[in-house]
DNA sequence: ATGTATGTTGCCAA
DNA sequence: ATTGGCAACATACA
């Protein structure tokens, strides 16, 4: 669910409601989701700030006062967020955090369990992405860089290019139409053959996709935030994503919907050719 | 009811 | 080396 407005949206609410007291306990119901042994995560966190919340494409880092960073990938349906401390949790909670001298207590939620935390080094960071062969984040990648990744495509859609992390982190399966309905680009052009100019426009209009998105807190559905005052209201902005039979808003074609590299694509027949 | 789709990513094999 | 397909899991909806 959560692509990079979403995960911005998120850590931006972190900073805001998370304790800045110490973890006084951590009780975990689904342990999997913790990529550590469990004794050693606790043992990890136990009496530890969370100091310092960041992001890179799609993945935070919760920096710990130790100097351990906790990496948080939220997948499809991963939720975080600070409830009241008795809060009673439902079959899909599966960690909770409580601080010391603190009403209020840090769960995560999801659906699908495919999310996970890890821990790390927080000195090592930089190094975690690399060895993820992770791309600059969507809002940082210069024109050059993004063209230089597109160029080394043979034959991969435009559209499954800008949904490869190794090319730039952030996007997901609606920004990427979003993006390229803006752009009048067919997300089945083959990525190699845009020119470093319409590239440079191209990442423009990601840029401002993005923080249009930002700025109504992301797309997602109301409940990828519950427990918030924030809801997501990109939604209304959408002009391809989940628009499938309704007139693309510049020029009235029906919007199709089709496969593209195993995902789902909207785009507009006549705008995007 | 049975099959299909769902925002992500890593692993597999062609 | 690249790329597409599928699995990880649970739910909603034709």
């Known amino acids: 669910m959560p692509e990079l407005p979403e995960v911005e949206s998120i850590i931006r609410q972190l900073r805001k409601t998370v304790p800045a007291q110490s973890i006084k306990k951590v009780v975990g119901h689904y342990k999997p989701i913790v990529k550590a042994p469990w004794r050693t ?10 100091e310092t919340f960041s992001r890179h494409g799609k993945y935070m880092f919760w920096q710990l006062s130790s100097g351990t960073t906790l990496v948080v990938h939220l997948r499809m349906t ?12 439902d079959a899909h909670t599966h960690l909770e955090i409580f601080f010391a001298n603190s009403p209020q207590k840090l769960i995560y939620r999801d659906v699908r369990k495919f999310g996970h935390f890890e821990l790390i080094p927080t000195p090592s960071i930089p190094e975690y992405l690399r060895a993820r062969k992770l791309a ?22 435009l559209k499954a290019a800008l949904l490869d992390q190794r090319v730039i982190a952030g996007l997901g399966n609606i920004y990427v139409d979003e993006v390229l309905i803006r752009e009048k680009r067919s997300p ?37 935030i519950y ?43 006549k705008c995007q050719g």
């Open 41 to 50: 995560f606790v043992a990890a966190l136990a009496g530890q700030r969370i």
């Open 78 to 89: 991963g939720q975080v967020m600070v409830v009241a401390r008795d809060h009673s949790g």
């Open 136 to 157: 600059p984040d969507a809002l940082v990648i210069t024109p050059a860089e993004l063209y230089q990744q597109l160029q080394r495509k043979k034959t991969a859609r």
């Open 188 to 224: 089945q052009l083959p990525a190699v053959q845009l020119t470093a100019v319409q590239v440079k426009r191209l990442l423009k209009t990601i840029h401002k996709v993005l923080a249009e998105a930002i700025a109504a807190c992301g797309t997602t559905l109301s409940d990828y």
């Open 227 to 269: 427990g918030y005052k924030l809801a997501g209201e990109f939604q209304l902005q959408l002009r391809a994503y989940g628009q499938t039979g309704k007139p693309c808003y510049r020029c009235g074609t029906k919007i199709r919907k089709t496969t593209i590299a195993g995902r789902g694509t909207h785009y507009c027949p």
